[in-house]
Structures are given as structure tokens and as C-alpha cells.
């Protein structure tokens, strides 16, 4: 039951860690899209993203709870617990700065943007390309607790 365990909560992070690098390497395409195009699509990805990424995060850290837990005696307990950690601060960063700053692209049309949207998306994406090296690094703890 706990090799189950460690594949699907494996699985999951990966998956959602492939999602956040996917973001990271399609903003800067959004940035340069004409007109307001690429504002569209931001902020049509903070409705969507606002709305899945938090319950996949939470989801995340859970598993790998349920794994220390559960494997708390067995070969690589360190770095899973290690890896939690870093899921830890990845919520943090998203819940205490991405998250709010989400919150406000989400509101924005494009007819009236705020003044300062640019410096905005540029202040969420190095946020989230913090973020994106926390969760990998958890991903890469979680692969390395399977061997």
C-alpha cells in the first residue's frame, strides 16, 4: 500500500510541477502577443489557474504528509519530510503574495486595465519562477525518497 502511495503522490506533484513550468515558459510568449491579447489570456489564466491550483497544492501536501507518515521507518522518510517542507514554503509564497496579486488580475478587463498592470504580471512571474524552483526541488526530493 505504500509504494502505491509514493507513485501517486510522485505522480501528482510532477504533474502539478509540469503545470507551473508550463506557465513559466508561456507567460514571456503572452507578454509579446499584439494588442490586448496577452492581457486576455492572463487574466482568463488567473481565473483558471485561481480556481485549480490551490485544491492541487493542498492536495499535494497532503499526499506527502500521508507518505511521511505512513513511511515514517522506512528508506527515504527524510527527504520526503524535506520535500513537504518545501511544499510548505511554495503554499506560503503562493498564499501570501502570488495568490493576492492573482486576485487582482483576475478583476482586470481590458478595456481598463490598472496603470501599473505591467510591473504587476512582471512582480507574479518572478514570484512564480521562485515558486517553480520550490516545487521542483520537492518533486526531485520525492523521486529521489522512490530509489
Known amino acids: 500500500m505504500l509504494n502505491a502511495l509514493e507513485i501517486v503522490t510522485t505522480v501528482i506533484v510532477g504533474v502539478m510541477v509540469g503545470v507551473e513550468f508550463s506557465v513559466l515558459l508561456n507567460n514571456p510568449i503572452l507578454n509579446v502577443l499584439p ?30 504528509v500521508v507518505w511521511a507518515v505512513a513511511g515514517w521507518h522506512h528508506h527515504g522518510t527524510g527527504l520526503v519530510v524535506t520535500s513537504g517542507a518545501l511544499l510548505i514554503v511554495s503554499v506560503l509564497m503562493s498564499v501570501l503574495v502570488l495568490v493576492p496579486i492573482n486576485n487582482r488580475i483576475k478583476t482586470w478587463t481590458e478595456q481598463q486595465p490598472p496603470a ?3 510591473q ?28
Open 116 to 118: 501599473d498592470w505591467k
Open 35 to 64: 494588442g490586448d491579447m496577452g492581457l486576455r489570456a492572463r487574466v482568463q489564466g488567473a481565473r483558471v489557474g485561481g480556481a485549480v491550483m490551490p485544491a492541487w497544492y493542498f492536495t499535494s501536501l497532503a499526499l506527502v
Open 120 to 147: 504587476q504580471m512582471t512582480r507574479w512571474d518572478r514570484w512564480h519562477y521562485g515558486r517553480v524552483a520550490v516545487v521542483i526541488a520537492a518533486f526531485a526530493l520525492l523521486v529521489a525518497a522512490l530509489a
